[in-house]
């Protein structure tokens, strides 16, 4: 099982990133794919998931008027559109899948994660 983050970048203040997770090995057709964030300093936070089965997703209540999720028509890419970011939107963002939202809506471990990747937002 792997997990692919990229996309992550500089952007200013107002600006838009879309981050793209691919996900490879067997096993996960089932599985919620989402994001957490961590930036210097602050606890890990669940930001958004979504269902590889059946496409159903989550967006936290803190980002959901400017983040969104979705996944391509294969199932193998889940994006986080982020709009409108701030400076405190700069985290390292990280992709991961479990068999439940849970890990995701409650900040726990889920079961696979991939490698981060590093978003700065300059004001």
């Known amino acids: 099982v792997q997990l692919q983050a990229s996309g992550g970048g500089m952007v200013q203040a107002g600006g838009s990133l879309r981050l793209s997770c691919t996900v490879s090995g067997s096993g996960l057709d089932y599985y919620v794919i989402g994001w957490f964030r961590q930036a210097p300093g602050k606890e890990r936070e669940g930001l958004a998931w979504i269902s590889r089965y059946d496409g159903k997703f989550n967006t936290a209540d803190s980002v959901k008027d400017r983040f969104s999720i979705s996944r391509d028509s294969a199932k193998t890419t889940v994006y986080l559109q982020m709009n409108s970011l701030r400076p405190e939107d700069t985290a390292v963002y990280y992709c991961?899948?479990?068999?439940?939202?849970?890990?995701?809506?409650?900040?726990?471990?889920?079961?696979?994660w991939g490698q981060g990747t590093e978003v700065t937002v300059s004001s």
């Open positions: 991961a899948a479990d068999a439940t939202f849970i890990p995701f809506r409650d900040t726990g471990s889920p079961e696979y």
